[in-house]
Nanobody, 120 residues
Framework: QVQLVESGGGSVQPGGSLRLSCAAS????????MTWYRQAPGKQREFVAT???????NYADSVKGRFTISRDNAKNTVYLQMNMLKPEDTAAYYC??????????????WGQGTQVTVSS
């Protein structure tokens, strides 16, 4: 079994910062890709940022220069540092891992989501 648990969400004023974490546990042999997605009410889930095993990164245009993704391989944890937050960043944030897990299979796993609300 593999479990992903997110934390760090909350409410913040525009211009503020939050740091999200997502920790994976269970039968994990390797994690290739760690990705953050978000979903606002009434909208489709959208890509935010991703980091590969070699620590190369990619960001959605809407968050470039404001968000930073990083990972701690020893802890199977990915972080999302969010600065200069805007009301349009309000959403439930989900982590997704592409990992080698039970049965030595590559599969995608999702966290349960953590809410971020940006409002004055």
């Amino acid at each position: 079994q593999v479990q992903l648990v997110e934390s760090g969400g909350g409410s913040v004023q525009p211009g503020g910062s939050l740091r999200l974490s997502c920790a994976a546990s269970g039968s994990i042999f390797s994690v290739n890709r760690m990705t953050w997605y978000r979903q606002a009410p009434g909208k489709q889930r959208e890509f935010v940022a991703t980091i590969l095993e070699d620590r190369s990164t990619n960001y959605a245009d809407s968050v470039k220069g404001r968000f930073t993704i990083s990972r701690d391989n020893a802890k199977n944890t990915v972080y999302l540092q969010m600065n200069m937050l805007k009301p349009e960043d309000t959403a439930a944030y989900y982590c997704n891992y592409r990992l080698l897990g039970p049965g030595l299979r590559w599969d995608d796993y999702w966290g349960q989501g953590t809410q971020v609300t940006v409002s004055s």
